[in-house]
């Protein structure tokens, strides 16, 4: 086994312009934070990972600037000196200096995956299994607060092959303009598209009962994470009275939150998140323990720049019990992108790279010219 003793480790805060904005339950956005990770090895390999929030710590209590300092007080250090290629055991050193943190984490992971990647000579799905597919196909989440904008919208990403499946986001408004909104969408999309609603946690138990059969009634396909996380009986109760899928994303970051899932009946689908479950490795064994207890899952996004996007693509190609959707449209999303080769999106689809590691490379020029001074 070769050995890539890991050198150096840097990390860069960049702000990347967006095509549009994108409303979510706590916040608006108008461009994208992210945290980038280089570790360079004696032997000259670097490999590149990324952090990113959904515009600040609402979601995860994480934003970048906190990964930023988490990675360079106390998770770089303990991987300085140490070999890239012992990617478990590093997972158990960063745990061992820092709890939770998985956004920072991950970072790091993805990184140290690719250098594995590269010192073998083989993409990182070869590190997870093998090619069980190539491809998937995309949902694209609406995110403008207008369903005239994004009516349009889903209309040219329909008639360029983009996406044919949709998600938007809900909560920011009162649940009745929601459910007049969620109308508005379906009735837009006349069944040529199918829509799913993610709430983000906003309602409480009886507001979704309330609304439920209206939003079944005009179409939506799946609701996403109606309630706070932890009050797995509450979903359990809003599952068993829904004629709509119900997919959990706040509710699900570790397998223990996996297990209580199960335990309750709580959900239909997962949403899983490289971030949220701590990198590559950790999303790829929750993706195992549901596919165990019989839950489907679905790849869901932070909205990713190329780098986090070609990593969960990495493992998603290895890892095909995850299919109920995916979401990782970041790199159409963003204005402006920070590798040479973005990712591939075509025939509804988005494609894994083949290349060695991650196969995207970091464009210096562009890191220099978006790093936040
Ligand atoms: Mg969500």
């Known amino acids: 086994m070769n050995t890539e003793i890991i050198e150096k480790i840097e990390t860069t805060i960049v702000d990347l312009p967006l095509k549009r904005i994108h409303k979510f339950s706590a916040t608006t956005i108008n461009c994208k934070s992210f945290v980038i990770v280089q570790i360079f090895t004696k032997n000259g390999i670097a490999g590149i990972g990324e952090a990113t929030t959904p515009g600040g710590p609402w979601w995860a209590g994480e934003a970048v600037e906190t990964i930023k300092v988490m990675i360079d007080s106390y998770l770089a250090p303990v991987l300085i000196g140490e070999n890239a290629l012992e990617v478990d055991a590093l997972l158990q050193k960063m745990d061992a200096v820092a709890a939770n943190n998985t956004f920072a984490k991950a970072a790091l992971e993805i990184a140290l995956f690719d250098i594995k990647g590269q010192a073998l000579d083989v993409p990182v799905y070869k590190l997870f299994g093998g090619l069980a597919r190539a491809s998937m196909p995309l949902k694209w989440p609406l995110a403008q607060g207008d369903a005239k904008a994004d009516l349009k919208e889903a209309e040219t990403l329909m008639s360029s092959n983009t996406a044919q499946e949709f998600k938007v986001k809900m909560g920011y408004m009162t649940p009745q303009d929601d459910v007049d909104y969620i109308r508005a969408l379906c009735q837009g999309l006349n069944n040529k598209a199918t829509l799913c609603g993610d709430l983000n946690a906003t309602w409480d138990e009886l507001t979704t009962q ?19 996380a932890g009050d797995y009986e509450a979903l359990a109760r809003i599952r ?41 490795t950790r999303t790829n064994q929750i993706a195992q323990l549901a596919a165990a207890k019989g839950i489907a899952c679905y790849a869901g996004t932070f909205l990713e720049s190329s780098i986090g996007t070609a990593a969960f693509m990495q493992l998603l190609a290895a890892q095909d019990s995850i299919d109920g959707g995916n979401e990782l449209v970041g790199p159409i999303w963003l204005a402006d992108d920070i590798v040479e080769e973005s990712v591939e999106y075509k025939d509804n689809h988005i494609w894994v790279k083949h290349s060695p590691g991650l196969g995207v490379t970091l464009d210096q020029d562009k890191l220099s010219h978006y790093q936040r001074v």
């Open 210 to 228: 309330k609304n439920l059969p209206a939003l079944a009634e005009h179409g939506l396909d799946m609701l996403e994470q109606p309630i706070a």
């Open 240 to 280: 068993e009275a829904s004629a709509m899928p119900i997919l959990a994303d706040e509710s699900v970051f570790s397998a223990r939150d996996v297990n209580d899932i199960h335990k309750y009946n709580s959900a239909d689908m997962l949403s899983l998140k490289i971030f949220k479950h701590g990198g590559l």
